[in-house]
């Protein structure tokens, strides 16, 4: 262990040394062989033009190499891949496509990530909102956000080792340990197997990501709500609106734009949902989720490239609107500057 | 000590052109102002000469040497911007140094002009502060001390008081006009504020829509203005415009028919000015009278009444005039619904044409050739500091 | 009804109800994994962790010595012992002899044992079996008890999972993982977001719109082409396929989007007077950077600082991916995923797995939780 505690030490001394020294570096050599000289008659020779129109590439061309490699790149290999065998050497044209809309699981998969992407932007914009709205209005409402904030600094599966303690099955028999059934049996009913429960636990492992996402769209709305004008709510209030109406005619009118952003980004969330599936069921009774399946397809069997690569463009087709969509507003909020 | 010189430089940034062709001379030891509405192009103009924007064509020379391509730092330049721009994490003493710093001077000599410049500013108790823990009025001696060490031979100031409230503004102003005569530098000032114009200048440069429309001395602009805009954006109350028709023209000027039917003789040039057409005379608030002394009168209505205890501005109408402003004397008795007659001398009125261009008075006034050291412009010698 | 100084409405207190209901649910959860991994483990599994604090009542059986334990009293003959195993802290409330009859006798009370004598059992456990014939008997006798354990606290738990569990090793992996997976994309994308913002150059607005349509690719979109390009490298140089400089980069191609978005968000709200006032002043661009820019923007570095460890720190996916499950690479999300699949039952190792692996976030986070806050805002909210 201690060796590799100073292996790691090392590994980040040298990692951040060598970007450090990359642009130290390259700005010093553009600054020796670029620089400024005297020429014969004495006249200096400015080359401060082509100087400062390469030193922009030295400062983004690492970005854009690692862009490139890691996300760029993998977007047009895995649309080639997709129409490719498992192995990645046979063109097979859309048959992996035709499979997957065949496959039972696959259709199930679509069917889940339909029901998630439905249910938990809705419910976490909502439960945000809600909390936000109330937290902004008492004395104790920033001691109220940090504690619902906490989930958000915990990964996946310890959310899912959380959750899958409250949903834990004990025999009819035996003392609930798992608090959601012990609230059931002692209002009388029988413990219940949640996570395999049919369709139904779907819903609870949203619940889970709800559970996450939440906190986040409490923070963005807290901070919006903060930016409404005082001023339109006093004319409102003077106007004789009540509470309730205020909030839907004045004020959410305002923040709708947020409400939009945050709605996109865990529906983005939602898309790319594996860790919890994987955690809780690992897409047993009929929990599967695309995100699960492609991870599946990719080790499946010494690993099915084609099929897993289908998958993964489907998730990205979903999101190619979303994306078109993020393009457009940052180029008009770029036309307002 | 130097002179700029921009010849028929333009800038654009994509297909609008802001900068449609300037040519200007500023010579060793002037102080220049820039002035014009918001979006003439003042800014962009002292920044093509900064060096923080490219000049799309025409040429930059600052002491005979062409400057186009010359990075800011290698002009000899030094810039006071509005917002001071002082570095936040910076104390005073590190904000003043980090140009001398990046310019690899030895450490004492640092020390030695950062100290002088604290000391000519009278910062030197503030010197280990950070902005943040300083006056607006400190902030903005710490900017001009920045460019102070620099030893420029150029001083750049955009809109350096606008931040300012109103009494400090006065201090500063007094201040910034008190180091030119001190510095003997080149100093070029870019401001919307007429007064700051008119008490700093010693040549103001009028901008509209990113051309010069008229250069000259503060006194000149206000008595030979050569267009209606120029008229209009110098003096304050600003000029009364009033829809005329000539009546007659001869060599000592053009006679005109005032809106309720009385003659005025204006002494401009008459040429080119045919009887019957249709021109605007300009009179200054300052130069109507209540009491209807003068060579012509107009009858008017009072509509409001302003008085600022030393002086009161009376708001007049008549029949196809726009509101008109009469300035007089803190004693006087005019209300609104007071009918009078405004009288005016000829001498003090301005004719422009449909072009708006200024009819050429006959006379040139000579208070327009004062300095604002009270010297004749272009007397030879330096100017002794008022202050 | 007036409260803080201010009257409140009935529709304010369901409010104040309302949001305290909220609080419950999004605490309780967390708060009973935590008492959980506190608890002894034969604790944890026989009584809900709400009841932590009520002593818990177990059954049990225990074995009386044999006929070679008897001693020859005055009275005839006796077997003495302890049905508690040792250092038991539990307290025998019932016995019996009979496993369907467990609270037929009270502790300390005499009752006639297998025909052969009386047998008194006291609350510490301890038993006294008399008989005035010898005894006979070659197994101990079986006694069931009902006992009651005082509520344990202990960190047997993070012991065992540290040491036994793989838990320890795999902190050290993630936390390898995790600093340079933040540090280095920081760098990166700083210097990026300055030349996006402060620097002109064709294409540079084409180029950042890219960027932010690379803010919503998903990440498995890289997996398959990323594994790939890993194994043909690993195989052409000789070296592994999976290793931490794999990942490192992989996590700073992933984080790079945002944090190119984030940061050229706020540099790009410095005043452009101060960066041009720094070029009068003969900065060049890496100066500006450095000494101007980088130190002005550390609240925003921080934000996304914060984010991005959070991420990488809780990531299953690309650890899953990029880094075997040997125990020199497994990571703690990958760790605890194996234990819920193999100890999925064994809830003491789970608990306080979990909570070690969350500690780490939740101190960043509650440390750090203004800037955290600060960056998500400034990704998200109009402005």
């Known amino acids: 262990m201690a060796s590799q505690l100073i292996g790691a030490v090392i590994a980040i001394v040298l990692g951040i040394g060598f970007s450090l020294f990359y642009f130290a570096g390259t700005n010093w050599a553009l600054d020796h062989w670029l620089g400024d000289r005297t020429d014969a008659a004495g006249e200096k020779i400015s080359k401060a ?25 993998p977007v047009v290999e895995t649309l080639r891949l997709s129409f490719f065998d498992d192995t990645g ?15 039972g699981e696959f259709l199930l998969a679509i069917r889940n990530n339909l029901l998630w992407l439905i249910i938990v932007p809705s419910a976490s914009t909502g439960l945000g909102l809600l909390i936000a709205t109330l937290a902004d209005r008492v004395p104790w409402g920033t001691v109220a956000k940090s504690l619902i904030f906490m989930p958000m600094a915990i990964s996946f599966v310890g959310a899912s080792v959380i959750w899958k303690f409250v949903y834990d099955y004990r025999g009819p028999d035996a003392e609930q340990i798992g608090i959601l059934n ?9 413990p219940v197997h949640w996570i395999s429960l049919p369709f139904w636990n779907n819903f609870f492992l949203m619940v889970i990501l709800i559970w996450i996402q939440t906190p986040f769209a409490m923070v963005i709305f807290s901070a919006a709500l903060r930016g409404v004008p005082m001023d339109t709510i006093e004319a409102a209030r003077i106007d004789g609106a009540r509470p309730v109406q205020i909030f839907f005619k004045v004020v959410l009118p305002q923040i709708m734009s947020t409400v939009v952003v945050v709605w996109t980004t865990i529906t983005i969330i939602v898309l790319k949902i594996f860790d919890i599936v994987l955690a809780m069921t690992n897409g047993q009774w009929n929990t599967e989720v695309l995100a699960n399946l492609m991870y599946d397809w990719m080790f499946r069997g010494g690993g099915d490239f084609g099929r897993g690569s289908t998958i993964a463009i489907v998730i990205m087709v979903a999101v ?6 993020n393009i457009r507003r940052f180029q008009k909020e770029e036309g307002m500057r | 000590m130097a002179t700029v010189k921009l010849s028929d430089v333009k800038k654009a940034f994509g297909s609008v052109e802001i900068i449609k062709g300037v040519d200007l001379d500023i010579h060793d030891n002037e102080f220049v102002v820039f002035v014009g509405p918001s979006g003439c192009g003042k800014s962009t103009l002292l920044r093509l000469i900064a060096g923080l924007e490219d000049i799309s064509s025409g040429e930059l020379t600052i002491d005979g040497k062409r400057m186009n391509d010359t990075p800011p730092a290698e002009r000899g330049i030094a810039m006071v911007f509005q917002s001071y721009a002082l570095y936040p994490h910076m104390t005073v003493y590190e904000n003043m140094a980090f140009g001398l710093k990046l310019a690899k001077f030895d450490k004492k000599v640092i020390d030695d002009k950062v100290r002088e410049a604290a000391r000519i500013l009278q910062l030197e108790h503030l010197l280990q502060r950070k902005p943040k823990e300083l006056s607006g009025g400190q902030r903005q001696r710490v900017a001009i001390g920045r460019s102070i060490v620099r030893d420029p031979k150029v001083f750049l100031f955009d809109e350096p008081l606008s931040n300012l409230d109103a009494a400090l503004r006065v201090q500063m102003r007094i201040e910034i006009a008190k180091l030119h005569s001190d510095l003997d530098a080149t100093m070029i000032y870019v401001t919307h504020d007429q007064v700051e114009a008119m008490t700093l200048a010693d040549k103001i440069v009028v901008l509209q829509a990113g051309i010069v429309v008229q250069v000259g001395s503060p006194l000149e602009l206000y008595y030979h203005p050569q267009n209606k805009f120029v008229a209009g954006f110098i003096g304050s109350p600003k000029m009364n415009f009033v829809p005329v028709e000539v009546a007659a023209t001869d060599g000592t000027g053009v006679t005109v028919t005032l809106p309720g039917g009385n003659t005025l003789l204006v002494p401009v040039d008459s040429r080119g000015v045919a009887p019957g057409a249709r021109l605007t005379l300009g009179v200054r608030p300052e130069h109507m009278s209540e009491t209807g002394q003068g060579d012509a009168t107009m009858p008017v209505q009072c509509v409001v009444v302003e008085r600022l205890g030393g002086d009161t ?34 001498a003090t009125c301005h004719l422009f044409g449909d072009d708006d261009q200024a009819l050429p008075l006959l006379e040139r006034n000579d208070l327009a050739d004062i300095g604002k050291s009270g010297i004749l412009a272009g007397a030879p010698g330096p100017a002794p500091a008022v202050h | 009804m007036k409260l803080a100084g201010r009257y409140v409405t009935g529709g304010q207190v369901a409010g104040q109800v309302l949001l305290l209901l909220l609080v419950v649910i999004w605490t309780l959860p967390t708060v009973g994994l935590l008492v959980s991994s506190l608890r002894d483990k034969d604790q944890l599994i026989a009584s809900g962790w709400w009841s932590a604090l009520s002593s818990t009542e177990i059954a049990n059986q225990g074995r009386t010595g044999t006929a070679d334990d008897q001693v020859e009293t005055a009275d005839g003959y006796q077997i003495a012992g302890n049905l508690l195993p040792e250092d038991s802290p539990a307290e025998i409330g019932f016995w019996s002899d009979n496993i369907n009859d467990i609270t037929a006798y009270e502790a300390g009370q005499s009752a006639p044992v297998d025909d052969t004598g009386a047998m008194t059992v006291n609350a510490d456990g301890s038993y006294s079996w008399v008989s005035p014939e010898p005894f006979t008997l070659e197994r101990g006798e079986r006694v069931f008890y009902q006992a ?5 606290f202990t960190l047997d738990n993070y012991r065992e999972v540290l040491a036994a569990e793989g838990i320890g090793r795999a902190f050290i992996n993630t936390a390898t993982v995790a600093i340079p997976a933040t540090i280095i994309p920081i760098l990166i994308a700083a210097f990026c977001a300055y030349a996006f913002t402060w620097m002109s150059f064709p294409g540079r607005n084409w180029l950042f719109a890219i960027v932010v349509g690379l803010l919503v690719v998903p990440l498995q979109m890289s997996l398959i082409p990323l594994l790939r390009l890993y194994n043909d490298v690993g195989a052409t140089f000789g070296v592994e396929a999976k290793s931490y400089l794999g990942i490192w980069l992989a996590h700073t191609g992933f984080g790079l989007p945002l944090a190119i978005y984030l940061l050229r968000n706020y540099i790009g709200s410095l005043p452009r007077d101060l960066i041009e006032s720094a070029k009068v002043d003969g900065a060049t661009h890496f100066h500006i950077f450095t000494r101007l820019v980088m130190p002005l923007s550390v609240p925003a570095l921080a934000s996304f600082a914060i984010f991005q460890f959070l991420w990488v720190w809780n990531d299953l996916l690309v650890a899953l991916v990029f880094l075997s499950k040997r125990e020199d690479q497994i990571v703690l999300t990958s760790q605890l995923r194996e234990l819920l ?15 070690i692996s969350m500690i780490v976030p939740l101190l960043v986070f509650f440390a750090l939780q203004r800037y955290f806050v600060r960056g998500l805002t400034a990704g998200s909210v109009k402005g």
């Open chain 1, 49 to 73: 033009h082509r100087r400062e129109s390469i030193r922009p590439w030295l400062f983004i061309a690492p970005a854009l190499l690692i862009l490139g490699v890691y996300l760029v790149y």
């Open chain 1, 89 to 103: 050497q046979g063109f097979v044209g859309l048959a992996n496509y035709i499979w997957a809309f065949q496959d």
């Open chain 1, 182 to 190: 012990a609230i059931v049996v002692s209002l009388g009913g029988d």
């Open chain 1, 320 to 325: 190619i609107p979303i994306m078109i969509w």
């Open chain 2, 313 to 346: 501005y009376g708001y007049v109408q008549s029949d196809g005039v726009e509101l008109m402003t009469v300035q007089t004397d803190g004693t006087s008795r005019m209300k609104p619904g007071d009918r009078l007659d405004v009288g005016m001398r000829g």
């Open chain 3, 148 to 152: 009651f354990v005082p509520p344990i």
């Open chain 3, 341 to 355: 699949g193999s100890r999925g039952d064994n809830w003491e190792i789970l608990t306080s797995g979990a909570f």
